[in-house]
């Protein structure tokens, strides 16, 4: 008995004519001689670029930081600062006239405010006739000093004619023709008339003594007296009118009002000194090792980006922030912390900046204190 074989399906002729043949495996090309010859320089200048190059260029890179920070110090702890001069009047008085504002600038000698000058003005015309009244009491010690000696003459002869009746009476005493009263008399005019001298030579010299002249003035002291009160009055009264003791740029003005008090020696107005700025630098104590006076050092401005100025190291503090605080720091306390001091260092400008300074202006400092980096101002 035959087995059943499995079913297989039909073979479609028009099927195996529409499948295309295999194609058969490409062998593998060849390599070109003449294009590995030109591959091996290129890959040769890229190994050397690598090789010499990278090495080149972190060189520089290093001596490019060395220059720039690796040989100055920096801080961002600095200001720009200008001498402040606190402008006070030195006498007191109702303010009258305000010729400046805010921000203005003034050149030295300007009119600031003006101080009532009329009381002062009073006081000068007192100290006037105060000398005129001096110079009378001179004249009338120089008339009594006349008079003086006028009464000593008076007095001498006076004393003559006394002596000569004294001794009339001593004579008749002898004799008995006179009585012991007349004699008693007698001798006492004489007394009387030479306490008279006495007198008049003492007032002759008193009134020299009044008329006497300084050693040193040669006027009379009481003269000279009142002819300081008069000079010190005039003073004052030239104090009246407050100007400028320096160029500069006016600030706090706001106190400058018309009408009001000025008390003597109260700050009123304070000038800004704007032609001479400087910067103060706080640098920590651990930046100071190689920084000198000298040193060359670069600016630049929180306000004005982009705006660098050169200057140099002009001073370095002589003592800490901390050492001239109100209130300095204890360190003989048992709970000490150690803390990294800063000292000011000021910071000269060699060039005038692009942009005008403001006291107070934040800045970055930088000095460059290696060898040899000295400004060449």
């Known amino acids: 008995m035959d087995q059943l074989s499995p079913s297989r399906p039909a073979k479609n002729p028009r099927a195996e004519e529409a499948t295309p043949p295999k194609a058969a495996p490409k062998a593998d090309p060849l390599p070109n001689p003449a294009a590995a010859t030109e591959a091996a320089p290129k890959a040769s200048w890229r190994t050397r670029l690598l090789m010499f190059g990278l090495p080149a260029l972190l060189i520089a890179g290093g001596a490019g930081w060395w220059l720039t920070s690796g040989g100055s110090v920096s801080t961002d702890n600095a200001y720009v600062q200008m001498d402040k001069v606190s402008v006070a009047a030195e006498v007191g008085g109702r303010i009258t006239e305000v010729a400046v504002r805010d921000g203005q600038q003034v050149a030295k000698g300007q009119l600031l405010f003006r101080i009532d000058g009329e009381p002062y003005a009073l006081t000068v015309a007192q100290a006037t006739a105060a000398i005129d009244a001096a110079e009378v009491e001179v004249g009338n010690l120089s008339a009594s000093a006349n008079t003086s000696s006028v009464d000593i003459a008076a007095a001498r002869e006076d004393v003559k004619f006394a002596e000569i009746t004294f001794q009339r009476q001593a004579a008749l005493m002898e004799k008995g023709f006179t009585t012991k009263a007349a004699f008693d008399a007698a001798r006492h005019a004489v007394a009387q008339a030479r306490e008279r001298v006495r007198q008049a030579e003492a007032a002759a010299a008193e009134a020299r003594t009044k008329l006497a002249t300084g050693p040193s003035s040669g006027i009379n002291p009481q003269v000279e007296a009142a002819r300081v009160q ?4 005039q003073v004052n009264m030239g104090r009246t009118t407050v100007r400028a003791p320096s160029a500069g740029r006016i600030a706090q003005s706001d106190r400058l009002q018309v009408g009001q008090m000025m008390v003597a020696g109260l700050p009123a107005v304070t000038l800004v000194d704007t032609a001479h700025p400087w910067v103060e630098a706080n640098f920590k104590e651990t930046d100071l090792a190689d920084m000198r006076v000298g040193q060359r050092a670069e600016i630049s401005f929180d306000a004005y980006p982009g705006v660098t100025v050169r200057g140099h190291v002009l001073t370095i503090g002589a003592g800490t922030g901390s050492e001239f605080s109100v209130l300095p720091a204890q360190n003989a306390t048992g709970n000490w912390v150690k803390v990294t001091q800063r000292v000011p260092v000021r910071i ?15 800045a970055d400092v930088r000095v460059f204190t290696r060898s040899g980096a000295v400004s060449g101002r």
């Open 230 to 233: 008069r000079s010190q009055a």
């Open 348 to 362: 000269a400008f060699d060039e005038k900046p692009a942009r005008d300074m403001i006291a107070g202006l934040s």
